[in-house]
């Protein structure tokens, strides 16, 4: 038996997950990350079979990490995460930085750059393990964890979703 309760106990933050499509920066919201090894700097991140960004990362075996702080305007994670770089340039709804020409967030604590070493699929998800590249520091606070989207925040990221989608439609 799996309890998904149980899973949840293991902590994870929130971060937007970079990644360019030729020229174009896509991303979306991640939970699964890890820093894996430290000879060299690595760290595995998960992403699901469906996601735009997986099948970018896949082709350009690049990618960034942003660090969400506790503070982070709902709209962001409802922007990365509830829509697919496939049909929206989710980097033009937000302020944009750049890497090692991967798009970051200013508003990040930290940013992170890597390249795909090695990667394995299971039927939903694929787990890309990276070499890093680069790690910046922005400021100290608080990150944003998965447990403070599950247990308040989510609510606000559907309203924000909401709200633009219907400034959306009204054009
Ligand atoms: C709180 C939260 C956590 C998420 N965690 C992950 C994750 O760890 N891996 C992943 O691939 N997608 C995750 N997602 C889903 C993607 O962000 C979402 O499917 C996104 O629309 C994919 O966009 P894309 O098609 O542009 O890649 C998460 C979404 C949310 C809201």
Known sequence: MIDW???YKVSLGLYVLGAKDGERPVGSIVDAVMIAANKPCALAVS???ASY???????????????LPKDIDPFVVANFGFQSSKNVNKWDMV?????????????A????TAKVVSQYAFESNTVFIAEITAAENIRDA???LYEDYRS???????????????????G
């Open 47 to 49: 992403c699901n079979n």
């Open 152 to 170: 308040k925040f989510k609510d606000e990221v559907i309203k924000s979703f909401q709200q633009h989608m219907k400034e959306k439609a009204n």
């Open 95 to 107: 302020t944009a930085g750049e890497l090692n020409g991967l798009p970051v967030l200013p508003q």
């Open 5 to 7: 309760n149980a899973l």
């Open 109 to 112: 604590l930290a940013h992170i």
């Open 142 to 144: 608080e990150n944003l």
């Open 53 to 67: 960004t997986k099948a970018c990362i896949e082709k350009t075996k690049e990618l960034s990490l942003s660090v």
